[in-house]
């Protein structure tokens, strides 16, 4: 018998795609993932299903509508009628009046004034595009713009703390099984730990993308497709923060989670993790409105991912900053890399006690 050669191993990436598909499989078959998934979809269409309701039921939004100006036919507002300008700003200060309708040089021949945040109501109402103007535009969006800050902040919040948490649980799962020094027989330290990084940012960015989906079919089926108006581009750009986002993140639970070797001790490694994550969320829940702190937000590669999409939507961001942004974004993601690499090298096959910091960067 002639023999022609000796299997020849894996390349690095057919091992880190065997590993990631090796991490998505194991969650897909978890019930408590499959669970809180599902609970998370009754939840959005729940609110989704209420918003709907309230919707329907509410009045047409009140216009103060200058002397001048012609409004469409058929047009679902409660309008008003005031002599100028100065006059249609008092009641809409006052909160008397949702918009104006004020003459304007375009097209229409009119354009609609705002308070604090462009009133989407009024708009949709019009079945066109006119211009408008806000009385406030130091106020970061109204209503409408703490609605998108929340929803971005929740939505990066549970999928870095639910999934960072996967992934350092199953760091400390493999060394107390002793699963990892079959594994690290057959692969290299870093291609495992690329491969739990690639398959845990799959499943985040399945789910994110599963609820973004229901969440656009909820909206269109219940008459509020006007809430996704100007959110597209600003979708894209919080998809695109969110992966780099969370392998940022995703890096360093890993690197944690290999510091110790029980679950009851992940907690003690990982806490600096969860406030990288969950200080941004209580800045955009408790700062949203001051643009400084959100600029500020927009360039931190922690809090990026919810700071520059949320500028986007408001229309404070230069075209060129979302892309100067992911470069830190992007460099900060190597570095650190780089770094939760190291940490996870060296503490991945030392059990026993929890790996100091500076042993585990020394190695």
């Known amino acids: 018998m002639t023999v022609t050669g000796s299997a020849r191993p894996y390349s690095a990436a057919r091992s880190v795609w065997l590993v990631a598909m090796r991490e998505v499989m194991v969650r897909l078959r978890s019930v408590a993932f499959l669970v809180s998934t599902g609970l998370l979809l009754v939840l959005l269409l729940g609110s989704v299903v209420v918003s709907g309701i309230i919707s329907a039921n509410a009045s047409d939004p009140k216009v103060a509508v200058v002397q001048g100006v012609t409004l469409p036919a058929d047009v679902a507002v409660e309008p008003q009628d005031v002599a100028d300008r100065d006059a249609a700003e008092e009641l809409l200060r006052a909160g008397d009046v949702d918009a104006a309708i004020i003459p304007d040089d375009g097209p229409l021949g009119f354009a609609v004034l705002g308070d604090d945040s462009v009133p989407m109501s009024v708009v949709q109402a019009l079945s066109v595009a006119p211009p408008v103007e806000l009385l406030d535009e130091s106020s970061a969006g109204g209503l409408l713009g703490y609605i998108v800050a929340i929803g971005f902040g929740l939505v990066f919040f549970l999928a870095a703390m639910t999934f960072g948490s996967t992934i350092a649980q199953s760091v400390v799962e493999e060394k107390q099984t002793r699963v990892v020094e079959i594994l690290l027989a057959t692969i290299p330290t870093r291609v495992l730990l690329a491969g739990k990084i690639l398959g845990t940012t799959i499943l985040a960015l399945g789910q994110v993308a599963l609820l973004l989906a229901i969440a656009i ?22 998809a695109i923060f969110f992966v780099f986002g969370f392998v940022l993140l995703a890096a360093l639970f890993a690197a944690t989670g290999a510091m110790v070797s029980r679950q009851e001790d992940i907690g003690s490694t990982t806490t600096p993790v969860t406030m990288l994550v969950m200080i941004p ?28 999409p949320l500028r ?36 991945l096959l030392r059990l026993g006690q929890r790996v100091k910091l500076g042993e585990a960067l020394r190695g």
């Open 217 to 238: 079919i909820a909206l269109s089926v219940t008459g509020q497709s006007d809430l996704l108006l100007g959110l597209g581009m600003p979708f894209l750009w919080f």
């Open 281 to 308: 969320y209580f800045l955009t829940v408790f700062l949203n409105d001051n643009p400084v702190v959100v600029a500020i937000m927009s360039y931190v590669p922690f809090s990026a991912p919810v700071g520059m």
């Open 312 to 347: 986007l939507f408001l229309g404070d961001a230069q075209w060129w900053e979302p892309l100067l942004s992911l470069v830190i974004l992007l460099a900060t993601c190597v570095g650190v890399i780089a770094l939760g690499a190291r940490i996870y090298e060296n503490s």
